[in-house]
């Protein structure tokens, strides 16, 4: 089992530094000169003489990489070019928001996923089983934007309950009933993909696990329905957990479509804004931050799963 | 004990089951032929994209065309089927042109990336472990980013553009694809034929192309079809947020975001790009759904 | 079954006094799961110093029970996996060597019969397309004439070509597949085949159809055969010498008639006595062999059928034994059968010998 633990962490690490040379050659990619995108033309020659020495141009790729790469781990992110502050400090900001919708949306995903998903599984063949599947796998084929300006038309214009946009009041953690009814169109919005996902995922599990001859002996054993439900979730339950924690990193590392909808301070903002300013150093950091999130859950999903089921060690 | 030396060793009158010989793709197209929700959502498909490749010819007006006299007429406006955007240009006849370029975006990157992506995965799936381990470690690299995000961020480098939305998910889809084929390529090098095969001092690629791939099209023509309902949302999400089609070309996801402004006027108006989307990638998942049955396949997840 | 056939094929080299298979010292370790970062290095023991010999036009049976090695032996003569250590010598040539024959002019002479499985035959494939393989892509023969072999093969095992060459695996009986499989094999046109057990998955009328087969084909197209099964009443059948295989090692090999009437390895002879008989005074009452399969992991030492043997004493927990001769062409691992090798029956047992 350690042993498993370790090779995994060798593997992430290694993912990680692949995760990073992509990172820093986002900026290679842009055609034409990095320095021309950062400034305007006009600039005079001392700012990008000075620009060039502090980001390093002038010096070799490979000492580039390195460099910046010893700066993002020990936190330095660089500064943005258009808001002159530190990119870490705004990036955590965002990421709190991105989580504060991120967190719930997958909870309620998860939740009303696994629900359908099993419903449906356990009436197979029945007019509930092909509702519940509708359901799921619209869940999945919606562009959630859409859905997300949906809801925004139904519950803020047509009916206006709630707020169109933004995130209300101060920012952090909603500490009133005002800044809660912000959350609710962003989090349902967010949630629909996940509990599509989930909801086919925990439908065909429980399908294969229910036509096994174990749930049947324990109905000749006499046990309540209740019960056999609970066990056969249990053996459903692997691959369920390790697709739910990708789906929750998708929904941090993917929030910037519905962020963009709701106008919600998150890190997908962050990111889409600098893409649209040319502010690379924030790009950089909001790419590698996230990616790095997104590989650390996998290993977590990995290790829990090989913790779960012995079988998964390989 | 039987006695082993009388039975007779040839059975001239010894014959096959049924009647004609039926391959494993006339048994697919069989079983898809009785499958009538498959049957119906390739009909409104092959609707969706007649519409786009006729597009001249299926819409009103010019897509280009507007006048601010008419700007966000409801549905339903004689002379206007689904009534005018923001700027006045007929809705339908957008959405139909609109169809040309979201289905391209939409469905040229899958293509790509399943012919290099499948060809890695194969050269990957039989080829040496270290072969094996030198593409899929690089994939994993890739894997590593969430689907949205990477796109998003090489469009936002790269720029915006048909072009380079093609290009930024063909780099997107290439990861799963090879992933998938991968793992569907080891599956069949296990099994006794292939043995056979090699055993047969065969070439590499003869063995390849006629003994894997044949097992492994099945799987892949499934998972690519589900990622075509994935690319169309995509590509919409990246000219929604400015970084794929460029206006005043009517693309789906364009239109999306052009009409939220006229959300508070004209509430149907501003929904109906989104349907179209909604509706085409409901189509290509059914259908991914409708050729696993056929197929009877449990794809790796 | 019958003597070999007088006829010389054109491609022999040595006469019928050189066997045409030569295996020397056969040994294959694979690594346990999750040995990697492990101190101790745990190697699962599939092969561990196999030696026989096949002489031209016989047949050569190799019985054991599961896990015994028998089909890793049998994909390590073809190359399938690669050995680590030991010679393969075919008809005088060494598999491998500089002077000798490569592994692609090793498997034009020597082919196999797989068990018959849904993942033996190609479900993608036609039946013509299936035997057609081998000669189109590795003897590069055109489509036509590979095609003209297909259909002459399937006749020569049985099947109308008319009837079978354009259908598909899975609308053939196991039978069926079975000749199928057997055609592919012969298509290459070898000298020896390997049949790995080729007939257990089949009802037993059918079973004795494809052995008659068997036998037709080996005499008319004067075939050697390896043949490996696990059961015994097959192997008696079929077999002029017979091999007896225990945990990755030879524990017995010699005429086959001589081994089936006396065994002397107690392992043969538990197997022997374990078959079911028809016979109602010969009940099985006790189960001849005691105790559970070891784990091939980690083997006992010396000899590997101590742990279950009923004369097992301490000199078999520290050498393992060699085969030594102990008749004409009868071998056997056991020190019960060696004198002098330190077990208390040893010079008893050859004294009591004939």
Not at chain 1, 79 to 90: K, M
Not at chain 1, 308 to 313: F, L, Q, V
Not at chain 3, 91 to 113: A, F, H, N, T
Not at chain 3, 203 to 209: L, P, R, T
Request: aromatic share 6%; hydrophobic share 50%.
């Amino acid at each position: 089992m350690v042993r498993f633990v370790l090779l995994r962490l060798l593997h992430t690490v290694l993912i990680l530094f692949g995760v990073s040379i992509v990172a820093f050659s986002l900026i290679h990619l842009i055609p034409g000169n990095p320095l021309d995108i950062l400034l305007p033309p006009e600039a005079p020659k001392e700012v990008v003489e000075r620009l060039k020495v502090e980001f390093g141009f002038d010096k070799p790729l490979y000492v580039q990489y390195l460099a910046w790469l010893g700066r993002v781990l020990s936190g330095n992110l660089g500064t943005s070019v258009f808001t002159g502050l530190r990119v870490t400090g705004e990036l955590l900001n965002a990421l709190g928001n991105t989580f504060m919708l991120a967190v719930p949306a997958a909870l309620l995903g998860f939740s009303l996923g696994t629900t359908l998903g099993t419903l449906a599984a356990f009436n197979h063949g029945r007019a509930l089983d092909k509702v519940f599947s509708v359901i799921t796998i619209l869940g999945l084929s919606m562009p959630h934007y859409w859905l997300g300006i949906a809801l925004v038309v139904v519950f803020a214009v047509i009916w206006p309950l709630l707020p169109a946009a933004g995130m209300g009041g101060t920012g952090g953690f909603p500490t009133s009933w005002e800044e809660l009814r912000c959350l609710i169109l962003p989090v349902v919005t967010l949630s629909m993909i996940p509990m599509g996902v989930i909801g086919r995922l925990v439908r065909s599990t429980v399908l294969e696990v229910i036509s096994q001859e174990f749930p049947t002996a324990l109905e000749a054993k006499g046990l309540r329905r209740r019960r056999i439900v609970f066990h056969v979730l249990k053996n459903a339950a692997p691959p369920a957990l390790a697709i739910m924690g990708l789906q929750l990193g998708y929904l941090v590392g993917g929030s910037i479509l519905v962020e963009t909808v709701f106008n919600w301070p998150g890190s997908g903002q962050f990111m889409n804004l600098a893409i649209f300013r040319r502010d690379i150093p924030v790009l950089q950091g909001t790419v590698v931050v996230l990616a790095s999130f997104f590989v650390l859950i996998n290993l977590l999903v990995d290790v829990m799963q090989a913790l779960i089921d012995p079988r998964m060690r390989r | 004990m039987v006695d082993l030396a009388a039975a007779p060793s040839s059975l001239a009158f010894d014959e096959p089951q049924g009647a004609e010989p039926r391959s494993y793709w006339s048994t697919v197209a069989d079983r898809l032929k009785r499958d009538r929700l498959t049957i119906g959502v390739a009909t409104v498909l092959l609707l969706i994209i007649a519409l786009a490749v006729f597009a001249p010819w299926a819409a009103t007006h010019d897509p280009l065309q507007g006048s601010v006299l008419r700007r966000l007429k409801p549905v339903g406006t004689p002379g206007y089927l689904l009534g005018t955007d923001e700027t006045g240009r007929d809705i339908w006849s957008r959405l139909v042109y609109g169809g040309r370029l979201s289905l391209v975006c939409g469905i040229t990157p899958v293509l790509l990336a399943t012919l290099i992506g499948g060809t890695l995965g194969l050269v990957a799936g039989i080829g040496s472990r270290f072969v094996n381990m030198l593409i899929m470690r690089v994939v994993d690299v890739f894997y590593a980013f969430p689907s949205v995000l990477l796109a998003i961020a090489i469009c936002g480098v790269i720029g915006a553009g048909i072009g380079n939305t093609i290009l930024s998910l063909t780099i997107v889809f290439t990861a799963p694809i090879v992933r998938v084929t991968e793992s569907l390529a080891t599956q069949v090098k296990g099994r006794d034929f292939v043995e056979a095969a090699r055993a047969s001092a065969a070439p590499l690629p003869a063995i390849i192309l006629r003994q894997v791939l044949p097992n492994v099209l099945g799987g892949m023509l499934v998972y690519a079809t589900s990622l075509v309902s994935i690319s169309i949302i995509l590509s919409a999400g990246l000219s929604f947020l400015g970084l794929g089609v460029t206006p005043p070309n009517p693309e789906w996801g364009l239109m999306l975001n052009a009409l939220r402004q006229a959300i508070f006027v004209n509430p149907l108006v501003a929904a109906l790009p989104g349907v179209a989307i909604l509706i085409t990638s409901l189509c290509f998942n059914l259908l991914s759904d409708g050729l696993r049955s056929a197929m009877d396949i449990k794809l790796p997840a | 079954m019958s003597a070999p056939h007088r006829l010389i094929d054109p491609r022999d080299r040595g006469g019928p006094a050189q066997p045409l298979l030569l295996v020397r010292d056969l040994k294959k370790y694979f690594p346990a799961k999750g040995h990697l970062l492990t101190s101790r290095r745990e190697m699962v023991q599939a092969v561990d110093g196999v030696s026989f010999s096949v002489m031209k036009g016989t047949t050569l049976g190799v019985v054991g029970e599961s896990g015994c090695g028998k089909s890793t032996t049998a994909r390590l003569l073809l190359h399938l996996i690669e050995p680590d250590a030991g010679d393969i010598v075919f008809d005088g040539d060494g598999v491998g060597d500089p002077q000798g024959i490569s592994v692609r002019e090793l498997r034009l002479q020597m082919q196999m019969v797989f068990q018959d499985s849904y993942s033996s035959l190609n479900p993608r494939a036609t039946v013509a397309d299936i035997i057609a393989f081998g000669p189109r892509s590795a003897k590069k023969l055109s489509p036509p004439a590979s095609r003209e072999r297909a259909e002459r093969l399937l006749d020569q095992v049985g099947l109308q070509p008319s009837l079978f060459a354009r259908r598909y695996p899975h609308e053939l009986s196991g039978g069926q597949r079975q000749r199928v499989n057997i055609a592919r094999a012969l298509a290459l046109e070898p000298r020896l085949l390997i049949l790995d057990e080729a007939v257990s998955a089949l009802d037993k009328s059918v079973e004795a159809q494809i052995l008659n087969l068997l036998d037709d084909l080996r005499r008319n197209l004067n075939l050697t055969y390896l043949f490996i099964s696990h059961d015994l009443n097959v192997i008696r059948h079929v077999s002029d010498r017979v091999v007896v295989m225990y945990l990755g090692r030879i524990v017995e090999a010699g005429q086959a008639e001589a081994i089936f009437r006396r065994p002397h390895h107690p392992y043969t002879r538990a197997l022997l006595r374990a078959m079911p008989s028809m016979d109602p005074d010969r009940r099985t009452d006790v189960s001849p062999l005691t105790g559970d399969p070891p784990n091939p992991i980690n083997p006992p030492s010396g000899c590997r059928f101590r742990t279950r043997c009923a004369f097992a004493e301490a000199v078999c927990a520290r050498e393992p034994p060699t085969l030594a001769v102990i008749g004409n062409d009868h071998d056997v691992a056991c020190h019960m059968m060696v004198p002098g090798s330190g077990h208390s029956r040893a010079d008893a047992v050859a004294a009591a010998d004939d």
